[in-house]
């Protein structure tokens, strides 16, 4: 059974840094892609962030040189680095991976960044 759970959101003050975990249980995840979205209030879900089985890593434009993902899969976790963090930063954070052609997502983290 795959489960993700979030961790790390909360407010922040623009130009401010978070960092969230993903903790992944289930024999899947060092062998799989893991990615981060986020939905912001109003908007649709947007890809933010997604890194390999290898390590290799892609990124959102809007988010690119600010947030870096990284994973330990020592740990099955997967993180999400957050730095100089804007106003419309401010969403719903999910952890999401696809095991077996099935989707799985985490309940999110929120982060609200205040100006």
């Known amino acids: 059974q795959v489960q993700l759970v979030e961790s790390g959101g909360g407010l922040v003050q623009a130009g401010g840094s978070l960092r969230l975990s993903c903790a992944a249980s289930?024999?899947?995840?060092?062998?799989?892609?893991m990615d981060w979205y986020r939905q912001a209030p109003g908007k649709q879900r947007e890809l933010v962030a997604v890194?390999?089985?290898?390590?290799?890593?892609n990124y959102a434009d809007s988010v690119k040189g600010r947030f870096t993902i990284s994973r330990d899969n020592a740990k099955s976790t997967v993180y999400l680095q957050m730095n100089s963090l804007k106003p419309e930063d401010t969403a719903v954070y999910y952890c999401?991976?696809?095991?077996?052609?099935?989707?799985?997502w985490g309940k999110g983290t929120l982060v609200t960044v205040s100006s």
């Open positions: 999401h991976a696809i095991v077996r052609n099935m989707n799985y």
């Open positions: 890194i390999s089985s290898v390590g290799s890593t």
């Open positions: 289930g024999r899947f995840f060092s062998g799989n892609t």
